[in-house]
């Protein structure tokens, strides 16, 4: 978890242990990874310790981390998830309306994942495809529900965009539904 090795000073402040005990237990370890054939090894370097993959597993890590499921979304993706997310069932052109760019290939992104999926079609001309939130969508952002989403004014800077925001989400600006 930490960013850089650690030191033994540092994992003798953390543990309460002395730093020949740590060098000891850390010596063990080194050992113990090594006999087994881990895929995982303790190296020293920098003058720290840290937790490596074995280079002999290299590749089968790089097809984790460069697989779809491990990429961050980026930003166009996350915009679009919460588009969909707050105000599904929605169409392609109804997101790209709102972020005011072609979101085709957000959406694509965002299906190809999981975390988006048709969930209907809209009546009317041409039928377009209708997008919502999967249940992994829910898994992954730590959701029971879609209530459970926060209120969207909660990201707002303020009030101007909270009404640009309610305007497009709903069509409706808040002066006019206080009035």
Do not use: C
Not at 23 to 40: C, F, Q, V
């Amino acid at each position: 978890m930490a960013e850089e090795p650690l030191t033994l000073k540092k994992l003798a402040k953390v543990t309460g242990a002395s730093q020949d005990e740590i060098e000891k237990a850390l010596s063990k370890i080194e050992n113990d990874l090594a006999e087994r054939e881990s895929g995982i090894q303790l190296q020293r370097l920098s003058g720290g310790y840290r937790l490596y993959t074995h280079p002999a597993y290299a590749e089968y890590v790089e097809n984790l981390v460069l697989s779809a499921d491990y990429r961050r979304l980026s930003q166009a993706s996350l915009e679009t998830l919460a588009i969909i997310a707050y105000k599904q069932p929605i169409t392609r052109l109804l997101v790209s309306s709102i972020r005011g760019v072609n979101s085709s290939g957000a959406i694509a992104s965002l299906v190809e994942r999981g975390l988006a999926a048709e969930v209907g079609r809209e009546r009317g001309p041409g039928q377009p495809i209708l997008y919502g939130t999967t249940k992994l969508f829910l898994e992954n952002f730590g959701l029971n529900k879609l209530d459970d989403l926060p209120p969207i004014i909660d990201f707002a800077p303020d009030e101007a965009v909270v009404d640009q925001l309610q305007l497009k989400l709903t069509g409706e600006s808040l002066d006019t539904k206080e009035s």
